[in-house]
T-cell receptor, first 117, second 112 residues
Framework: GAVVSQHPSWVICKSGTSVKIECRSLDFQATTMFWYRQFPKQSLMLMATSNEGSKATYEQGVEKDKFLINHASLTLSTLTVTSAHPEDSSFYIC?????????????FGPGTRLTVT | KQEVTQIPAALSVPEGENLVLNCSFTDSAIYNLQWFRQDPGKGLTSLLLIQSSQREQTSGRLNASLDKSSGRSTLYIAASQPGDSATYLCAVEWRSQGNLIFGKGTKLSVKP
């Protein structure tokens, strides 16, 4: 099956620093990747949609200047949390679409646990 | 507003029981619906995907049904095992190539 990886799996950073999270589709090309955020005991909430070669589309309430998304190739999207604050501590998960048949299933990465101190 | 609701929020059953998890969604014009499993602190594992034209999908001990007209889906787990303990998430895609909207999940605990 399709595999999506994320790196790092967990990161601790100090308040005010920036953190980059990578999302890779390992065995398929993904023109679209999605970034989700999950706070403790909450469900996943979409942050932005990342399209290869174009600007990301952000959901309402998500600051595009704070959460920088780059989708420079068909297998890699990156999310950079700039000037991180403790309230940004969360579980960040990416997903990528794998074309197949008449329906497009989404495959999820293992997630990145971000802790801002 | 497109929303996904899952009940119950938590469920505890003894090993061997058959069980049903419920998912409801607003707006019946869905593209597809997926059930996922999430273990604590981990990512998502896709269990079953039901396209809007389908009524059910089966994989091993799992069976998912879809009733678009009533805005409901159920995940049936047969002969539950302790290894089935996890949070089960229902997610709906309302347009092709679109994102998924998730329910809050049902936390399942299967006691040996």
């Amino acid at each position: 099956g399709a595999v999506v990886s994320q790196h790092p799996s967990w990161v601790i950073c100090k308040s005010g620093t920036s953190v980059k999270i990578e999302c890779r589709s390992l065995d398929f090309q993904a023109t679209t990747m999605f970034w989700y955020r999950q706070f403790p005991k909450q469900s996943l909430m979409l942050m932005a949609t990342s399209n290869e070669g174009s600007k990301a589309t952000y959901e309402q309430g998500v600051e595009k200047d704070k959460f920088l998304i780059n989708h420079a190739s068909l297998t890699l999207s990156t999310l950079t949390v700039t000037s991180a604050h403790p309230e940004d501590s969360s579980f960040y998960i990416c997903s990528a679409r794998a074309p197949g048949g008449s329906s497009y299933e989404q495959y999820f990465g293992p997630g990145t646990r971000l802790t801002v101190t | 507003k497109q929303e996904v609701t899952q009940i119950p929020a938590a469920l505890s059953v003894p090993e061997g029981e058959n069980l049903v998890l419920n998912c409801s969604f607003t707006d019946s014009a869905i593209y597809n619906l997926q059930w996922f499993r999430q273990d604590p602190g981990k990512g998502l594992t896709s269990l079953l995907l039901i396209q809007s034209s389908q009524r059910e999908q089966t994989s091993g001990r799992l069976n998912a049904s879809l009733d678009k007209s009533s805005g409901r889906s159920t995940l049936y787990i047969a002969a539950s095992q302790p290894g089935d303990s996890a949070t089960y998430l229902c997610a709906v895609e309302w347009r092709s190539q679109g994102n998924l909207i998730f329910g809050k999940g049902t936390k399942l605990s299967v006691k040996p």
